[in-house]
């Protein structure tokens, strides 16, 4: 059974930092390229950062030089580091594999940043 379990939202004060984790199970985790996705409410989920099976990265352009995504496939979970955090980025953050190979989704992390 596939399972994607977020945790490490917080609110936080805007310039602060939060990491993040994503622990898998039910899939093949090194095989598989990740992302990083934010929800606000009333909107469609928004692919932030995405991390290949070898490791490379690729983040948006809204939260470039702030976040960092990175994973332990002994560990089968995927990071997401964010640094210097702004009233936008607040939402609920979810992990899952690439479009379109999506699987179940979790319930999600809640990320607040106050301004």
């Known amino acids: 059974q596939v399972q994607l379990v977020e945790s490490g939202g917080d609110l936080v004060q805007a310039g602060g930092s939060l990491k993040l984790s994503c622990a898998t199970s039910?899939?093949?985790?090194?095989?598989?390229?990740m992302g990083w996705y934010r929800q606000v409410a009333g909107k469609q989920r928004v692919l932030l950062a995405t991390i290949t099976s070898t490791g490379s990265t690729n983040v948006a352009d809204s939260v470039k030089g702030r976040f960092t995504i990175s994973r332990d496939s002994a560990k089968n979970t995927v990071f997401l580091q964010m640094n210097s955090l702004k009233p936008k980025d607040t939402g609920v953050y979810y992990c899952n594999k690439l479009s379109p190979y999506f699987v179940s989704w979790g319930q999600g992390t809640q990320v607040t940043v106050s301004s």
């Open positions: 039910g899939i093949i985790f090194s095989s598989n390229a």
